[in-house]
């Protein structure tokens, strides 16, 4: 029996969070939103990434749905900040929060580049930076030069990241293609999942 568990609950508590945030978003395309009200309430959905990961070992109920689960929810609140930190500094920044997606449309275009990454801890990092980046210039406490900094070396960092996965992925695609012994290389049937986030 499958169950939704503490680790998914904590994650949907996050995703309701970034629901609000997305609502204040898009209602500051129209009107006036406090800045801070949405760096407060993206700030908590931020710092609780780790509590549903932490739940899910915890609890030994960690899962594909949950890491797929946590991963979306991640990736849209990183595009939602990317958009609204876009009125300020440009529409450049949402690069930080398009990545993820262009990634996704780049596998159906190339279904080889759904294979299974190996695991990277930086990649959890790159995007944490990312978040806190985001959620500093969304606040409006800061300069603009310096949160125009803060999100340029995010960028930076996620453009890194993704490369390096790109370039492992290119890699390894050529590897399986290569024939030895007059036949090709079976590969291994790979998961599909990754943990891209």
Known sequence: MVRFGPANTATAARSTLVGLVTALV??????????????????PAL??????????????????????????????????????????LGWWVVAI??????FVVAGWMLPWM???LPPRY????????????????????FALWFSAAAT???LALLLESFGRDVLWLVREHRRAEVPVLGGPIDERPLDRLGDRN
């Open 152 to 154: 340029a070396l995010a």
């Open 114 to 116: 759904n294979a299974t």
């Open 97 to 102: 929060g398009a990545l993820r997606y262009l």
């Open 26 to 43: 898009v209602t500051s395309f129209e009107a006036s939103v406090p800045p801070l009200l949405i760096a407060g309430i993206a700030a």
């Open 122 to 141: 930086w990649r959890k990092v790159v995007t944490a930076v990312a978040g806190i980046a985001l959620v500093a210039a969304a606040s409006g406490l």
């Open 47 to 88: 710092a609780l990434d780790a509590v549903d990961g932490w739940l899910a070992r915890r609890t030994g109920t960690q899962s594909d749905l949950g890491a797929r689960f946590d991963m979306e929810v991640d990736a849209f609140l990183l595009l939602v900040l990317s958009v609204y930190v876009a009125q300020d």
